[in-house]
DNA sequence: TAAGTTCTTATTGTCAACAATATATAGATT
DNA sequence: AATCTATATATTGTTGACAATAAGAACTTA
């Protein structure tokens, strides 16, 4: 019994649980990435507990899985404060991303069945499609990562995708919300998933890593260029 | 101002905080690394929250942080179990761990200073002085890990250095317990941290990476060979 | 006797009040 | 006027009681 492909749309509406706390959980994520609540901005328990309508108890819980997310930061006795995405932070984001994403093509490359293989490469096909129909228009960037995360899910280690896909993937989103002035139209993400596919179906696993881990460096290197500089322009950011 | 020197001895008692719920956190944490709360075995709140003399708020936080450790699954309206370490999940923490401590590596090649590499040194020097006045004897783990931490932390990362020593450590420290009785007196570990330095003196992060890297993949294939057997005898783990 | 069903019990989820701590304000002192 | 101190306020931490759900026991039926 194959699970059907699952698109980032299921990761978002992923409800884990029916509970009020698991609720909350996700109210208060997309209010975080959204930036409904602005970054550096304080979380004032009564405030929120009365603006979503529970008791602080779930809320609290809310925001200690908000915290396990790194998109909270919490001190004892003082509270908690929306995490502020400074450049450095984004970098060692993508440090980390290159290591485990890197590590993840190579073990697809390893482990992914040729049912996935075809799967992926369909996505890809849409994922191409849409920017033929569209051209010049910015990237779909949640196709993008439909990309990034049946790789993740190919390689076959849990812990990896509920690292990436679960912790990681929400941090990305909310700077990809912030820097979605930078629209990303390169087709050079194209080309460089084309050639990760080509490296999982050959089974080189050295080869789909090295691919992945330039792919998402590449990316590292066009944030640091566009946002070091004080007028950041319509750089390409590469859309990973 | 300089931080001096973090132990591992201080790692672990890092009392993040004197509230109820971090102090539970810390208990609840080594009662389950030491195995007094046996794998797979369920956490009933309100035992526990008369064993720890607390409230069932303080504890459930507790246990929320566990999660994120992952030294604790938790399943709506059923409750929270302690994991347990089945062989492939080992595997795929080992294979996190060749990504994110090679990464560590090759950054902590880049950004160590000098100083901070003189204290590596020392770290290596106290450990196999160890060794030679205990020939024979099983390794200080500890002391194992200590070095690892030092290159983490030089890497200069917050992200990998809180993946690494805040969460993934911990499901380290439980494995270890649970196998303690492969006692690891090798001092293949020794030369290979001789040479992970020298890479890191040298200022070669592409060698750095590929030695790390290579050194937990080796205590990977000692535990797939020690742990896949029934009767699994003394067989060196690699002790990383 | 075995399978299914209802009822009981235990456990988790939620709430609102209370206690402890930190922040903000106002006053005193140099 | 600026800084320190003491008080007042707001916010977090904690508790015990209540509600909702799931697991288990007893009963019924084939």
Redesign the pocket.
Known sequence: MTKPSETIAEIKNQVD?K???GQTTLALREAIIKGDIAPGE??????LAEQFQ?????L??AIRRLVAMRLVK?V?????TVVTLELKSILELYDVREALEGKAAALAAENMSQQDIEKLRAVLELHRQHSEDNPGQYMQTDGDFDFHYQIIKGSGNQLLTDQLCDELYHLIRMFRFQTSRFKSRSNRALIEHEQLIYAIEQRDPQLAEMLMRKHIARAKTAIKQALSNTEPAYTDLGSV
């Open positions: 649980d509970t009020l706390s304080k979380l004032n328990e009564p405030k529970v008791s602080r108890g779930p609290r819980e919490h004892p006795h003082v509270g908690a």
